[in-house]
């Protein structure tokens, strides 16, 4: 995104056509980067980047109502948005009611806008319910302040110090009945911490204790609805790329260093003799491109990597102010899992039998109480839901060292994993000799008599963002230790304007991305704003030089 919306605006800005050569090369065999559009059983699915967060203002939204990219006769992920009510279901077979989950979806939701800077102490208000979880925020805000304030404070332990507190203010209640070995407080606890793992997903903070809290209230959204794209995220990449003359966008061009002069200027000799042009861009087949400035728009993974010890992504390397912003920042891994299930494994499912949205809630995993055929990587997941209503495909969300071994997995270590989650959950019953199933029953906590054989998956399909060595990750995050005023080092050029190194050739490396942008950073909006920003860079600079 970041990349292509640079390489649009600098080859259809007015007068600059014929200012610049450009080149975009790219490691992979196609253009996208993070955004991935795919199939998956018939539907339209995205392997990467997936909502529109709030259409007011934003601008894949507007390129995408443009271009009538939001209108399609072919099903799409999530094409009736969050589709229904979901169900929340504890481990057991239990399914939970409103009256114990929704009271701890208030609290985190609440603490969340105060870390967010939505709700403060003056604005919130304490009137009826809202009391206890205001009064339980307002706790675990002074419980931060009186420690010190928020420096290297993270926003899990807020979360944590917030949720003791609602605790403290609630106390004399009546034990839960008919939830088997579930106590009131094991349950409350278990629904927070399924939320707790849906914002790591959000965040991609893999630990919501390495995310920082001062940070977080500089991140913006934009008001307005949350959608997905009709025809696929990737309309609005090849939207971008359609501009752009043949020949402009080579693939499979996998940089391996980048040599730039930050200290004067040494013209660099080619085969036909010298050429002035100060950044040699060398690739993994031995090949070379010079130019007057690249916009570097990989990954902050692939920064981490080729910034490190012993690694030369850049020569001579980056200075210290830039690779410590890029050290201290958090990067994260999410994957999406989805699978094709049907009532008896052998037909698609028909219109009358759903597999409803799913929230899951289970016992940590150290607990004596959890069910030991349910793996380890199942039990960060939030949810498994058909990706619309009816839809025959399901999709989990994984974050953090569970996505990393999502990725080692095989499909059927994934299925035998997932069965074993929903079996105790969601097993259906046989209606009939003809094996017709006409609803979805719970355990009700009687797992060992429940009929296991009816729910069935087929298909599995995976991202592996973690391991592709051409993102090493999904997005960026502010961690504890690092501030947003490090997502604006991210965003400085090399050498800069104005400093002694730049007097002849100023601007040679240039930053562009999701990690470059101090509050809309992890978002593909993000992204296209910092390759505007660059592209603007480089058009100020000549205009102003006068060519």
Known sequence: MAGLTAANKLYTSTGSD????????????RIGGRINTSEFCGDRIEMGATWIHGIGGSPVHQIAREIHALESDKPWECMDGFSGEPKTIAEGGFELNASIVDPISTLFKNLMDF?????????????????????????????????????????GAFLRRGLGAYWDSCKDREELNGYGKWSRKLLEEAVF???????????????????????????????????TISKGYLSIIEHLASVLPPGVIQLGR????????????????????????????????????????????????????????????????????????????????VNKLFLQWSPNGN???????????????????????????????????????????????LLSWFAGKEALEL?????????????????GLLPVSKHNKEDKYNSLEFCNGNVESCDDSGVRFGKVLKSKWGSDPLFLGSYSYVAVGSSGADLDTMAEPLPKLGSTDSD????????????????????????????????????KHYRCVGI
């Open 18 to 29: 014929h200012l610049f050569e450009l080149v975009v090369v790219e490691g992979g065999d």
């Open 115 to 155: 870390a967010q800077g939505k709700l403060t102490e003056d604005s919130a208000g304490c009137g009826g319910d809202a009391c206890y979880y205001n009064f339980a925020a307002k706790a675990a805000l002074k419980d931060c302040t009186s420690n010190g304030g928020f420096g290297n404070q993270s926003v």
């Open 193 to 227: 911490a399924m939320h707790e793992n849906t914002q790591r997903t959000y965040t991609s903070a893999g630990d919501l204790f390495n995310l920082d809290y001062e940070a977080e209230s500089e991140y913006r959204m934009f008001p307005g609805e949350e959608i």
């Open 254 to 333: 996998k940089v391996t260093r980048i040599e730039w002069q930050p200290e004067g200027h040494k013209s660099i000799q080619v085969p036909n003799g010298y050429d002035s042009r100060p950044v040699k861009i060398e690739f993994c087949d031995g090949s070379f491109m010079l130019a007057d400035h690249v916009i570097v728009t990989v990954s902050l993974g692939v920064l981490k990597s080729g910034t490190g010890q012993d690694s030369g992504m850049f020569n001579p390397p980056l200075p210290p102010f830039k690779t410590e912003a890029i050290s201290r920042l958090g990067y994260g891994v």
């Open 347 to 393: 037909r698609p499912a028909n219109d009358k039998e759903k597999f409803p949205s799913l929230q899951i809630v289970f016992h940590p995993p150290e607990s004596e109480l959890r069910h030991e055929k349910i793996p380890g990587w199942m039990r960060r997941t939030a949810s498994l839901s058909p990706i619309y209503n009816n839809s025959s495909v």
């Open 407 to 423: 990725e080692t997995l095989s499909d059927e270590e994934i299925i035998n994993g997932v069965s074993a989650t929903v079996s």
């Open 504 to 539: 002849h050739h100023p601007l040679q490396i240039l930053f562009a991305g999701e990690a470059t942008h101090r509050t809309h950073y992890s978002t593909t909006h993000g992204a296209y704003f910092s390759g505007l920003r660059e592209a603007n860079r480089l058009l």
